[in-house]
Structures are given as C-alpha cells and as structure tokens.
C-alpha cells in the first residue's frame, strides 16, 4: 500500500478507530456482524471520528480563514464583473468564515458597497455548499476523487447559478433599505496569536453548535446502515429510478442541517446502494437551500429574486444529481 | 455615553457586551448599553461581521470579542 494510501487509512478514515470500536462491542458481548452490534459499532465509530476531525479540521481552517474576514473580500472582489469575477467569488465563498446567520449581513454589505447581485449571489451560494472542512470529511467517508469532485461540481453550480441570476437582469429586485447603508471600512488585522485564539474559539463555537445534528445524524445513519433492507432503499431511491434525484433534492430543501450531520446519512445510504448523485445531491440541497435562510432571505429580497434564487440552485443541484450518477462507475 | 453591541444574540455578543459594561465601570464612566439583534439595523450600520462594538454612533470593533481593556482605549 503505498504511504499516503496509509496515511489516508489512518488518520482520514480511521481505520484503527473502528477496529477498536469493534473490539469494544465484542467486548460488550456484542457481535459486530449481528444488527445491534453493528448499529453501535457504526454509531460510536462515526461520532467520534466526526467530532475528532472536525475539531482538527476546524482549528486550521479558521486559522486561515482568519486572512479572509468579509470586509477584505469584499474588497477583493470590488470593480470586477464577468466570469473570472464569479469565480473568484465563489471560491472566495468557500474561504470566508461563514454560517448561514452572517449571509444576510453579508449580502446587504456587499450588495451596499456596489457589487453586482452575479458576484454576490456566486459567493452566496458557494459559501455554504462547499466548506473545506466538509471536502475532507467527505475524502474521509468516501474517497479524494469524489470529494474533489464535490467542489469542482459545488463550483460550478455557485458560478454558473450566480451568472444566471446576473443576467436576469434584478439588480432593482432589492429592498430600498439594503443600498443605502454606510459602507464600514477595513476589518482590523490580526496577531498570529489573535488568529490562533480566533481559531480556538471557532471550535468551541462549531461543535457547541453542529452537536446535536452530528447526533441525529449519524443516529439516523447507524439506523439505515443495520437496521432498514437494502432492497427498500434501492426500491424507492436506487440508482435506476429516475425520480430518486428529485425527490433527494425536493426532501432536502426543507431541511436545515449542517453537512457534518447530513454526511452519516450519506455514507449509510450509498452503502444501501443509492447513486452517488442521489446522496450528493440531497447534502447540497440540505445546505444550500434551508427554510430558515430563505426567510431570512425574503427580508432584503423581493419575491422574484427569491424565486429566481431558489430555481436556479435547485435546477443546478438537480442536473448535478443527475449527471454524477450517470457516470458514478468513474468513481466507485 | 451609549454602547451599541451588534449581534443576533450569539454568544459572542453576550461576551463583549459583558466586557463593555466592565470596562465602562473601570473607566468610571456611566454607559447604557443597547444590544441591536435586529440584522437590518446591524446592517445599517455597515456591519458584516457580528459581534460589532459601537460606542456613541460610531463603529469601532467588528468580528471581533473585545476584552474589558481593549474596548477601555476606545471609549
């Protein structure tokens, strides 16, 4: 095997982590093979390597998203426009520091110091669809090629969806309010000890927040995995079902949850034999489209860009469902 | 004086307005503090990042929990 295969093993997927857990459950007097064994094995293993990675995970991207703070973005990004400028945003959008509480500040300061709504809504929607710490939680439950694949498709959907919006022509489709704010100058610049701290607090504050949907998650997850026939899942959302993208995407919506919970989710039903493009597409649409942020959403929008919002990231998350399983033999 | 500390009510906010009222007493100095939670009041402020320090209508922190000593110098 060669070394970064190992490292891969080790200290991304956890190799050892399970192995031990599944020591423990035999331990208990419980048999891995057997469905409660199996639940717990799968339940403890993934909590604590969910928790483990984000921890780590979370400290060194918030130290190096503490470069990119809102205000320096935006500055970044001032005076372009066209496809270089939505692509700059939406990758800027996945290194910003970011919930889904902050995009509406985000919006009206962006939207009140002159940037155009395809810029705006690129970084948008890449901000919380691609998140580096969820691109290798997703290498660690599946593999690299199908994590890079993730952002490059999480890309495309936050710069081609920001393009469209641009080109509809709404830049009039905003509430009065939102263009005549004061524009705040620069965010003040940080120690190496001030980002370190940053870094710190960011845990504390991520994990004190995502808790209790990692829990459901992988609580869910554990269920899936022992508990419900692989031929019930494939039945209603095998790869073979046209509808099973559609309806992945159409639960999603709804739902408000963090990647870090929806992913559980995601690794027990591909292992049920759901298209890659079914799950991918069901943790986009968790992420990226939630009821609580288009509420938000509606309050400095008028109701045509909300809709026109909406459309063209689900008719993105869609066609990227569609397309990943289709050629899902190139990565399983 | 007043002291504005913008926030939807995270913890953060109830961080540095605790720091506020310190530092304000050190300072002896009499402050009313006002928490603004409402995000399009945030916004008109020009804030982007939460917990934002305002201290008489001016802004003066952002994204940032001041300590008592730190927020002492700007008020």
């Known amino acids: 095997m060669s070394v970064f295969g190992w490292m891969n093993d080790q200290f991304l997927r956890m190799v050892w982590l399970n192995d031990l857990v599944g020591q423990g459950v035999v331990a208990l007097g419980l048999d891995p093979a057997s469905r409660l064994g199996g639940s717990v094995q ?32 935006r500055a970044m990004l001032g005076g372009r426009s066209g496809l270089g400028a939505n692509t700059l945003a939406a990758l800027l959008g996945t290194l910003t520091p970011f919930c889904s509480c902050s995009s509406i500040p985000i919006f009206i300061g962006f939207t009140a110091a002159g940037l155009p709504l395809a810029i705006t809504f690129s970084f948008l929607i890449s901000s919380p669809l691609v998140d580096l710490a969820s691109v290798i939680l997703l290498a660690s439950i599946f593999s690299w090629p199908i994590a890079l694949a993730y952002v490059v498709v999480g890309l495309v959907v936050a710069i081609v969806g920001g393009t469209v919006i641009g080109r509809l022509g709404m830049e009039d489709q905003v509430a009065g309010f939102v263009r005549v704010g004061p524009v705040a100058g620069e965010a003040a610049t940080m120690t190496r000890a001030g980002r370190l701290a940053y870094a710190r607090d960011q845990v504390v504050e991520i994990v004190h927040r995502v808790w209790p949907y990692v829990l459901i998650g992988v609580g869910i997850g554990a269920a899936i ?32 949850a963090d990647i870090f919970g929806t992913l559980p989710i995601a690794e027990a039903l591909v292992g049920k034999g759901v298209g890659l493009g079914t799950v991918l597409a069901f943790m986009m649409a968790v992420t990226a489209l939630s009821l609580p942020s288009l509420i938000m959403l509606k309050r400095v929008v008028k109701m045509p860009l909300l809709v026109a919002f909406t459309g063209v990231v689900t008719a993105g998350i869609l066609s990227i469902g569609l397309i990943f399983n289709a050629v899902s033999n190139w990565f399983i | 004086m007043i002291i504005k500390i913008l926030g939807s009510g995270c913890k953060k906010c109830v961080a540095l307005a605790e720091n ?56």
């Open chain 1, 42 to 73: 799968f339940f403890v293993y993934d909590v604590i390597k969910i928790f483990l990675l984000l921890s780590v995970l979370i400290f060194g991207i918030s130290y190096v998203q503490s470069h990119f703070p809102p205000e320096r973005t």
């Open chain 1, 225 to 256: 995995h022992n508990w419900v026939p692989a031929e019930v899942i494939s039945a209603l959302l095998g790869q073979d079902k046209w509808w099973s993208v559609p309806v992945a995407v159409l639960v999603g919506i709804p739902m408000y």
């Open chain 2, 20 to 75: 506020a009222k310190a530092a304000a007493l050190a300072a002896g100095r009499e402050a009313e503090i006002v928490k603004v939670t409402d995000f399009v009041e945030i916004a008109a402020y020009g804030v982007m990042s939460t917990p934002g320090l305002v201290v008489d209508e001016k802004v003066v922190s952002t994204g940032k929990v001041l300590t008592a000593a730190e927020i002492g110098k700007l008020i």
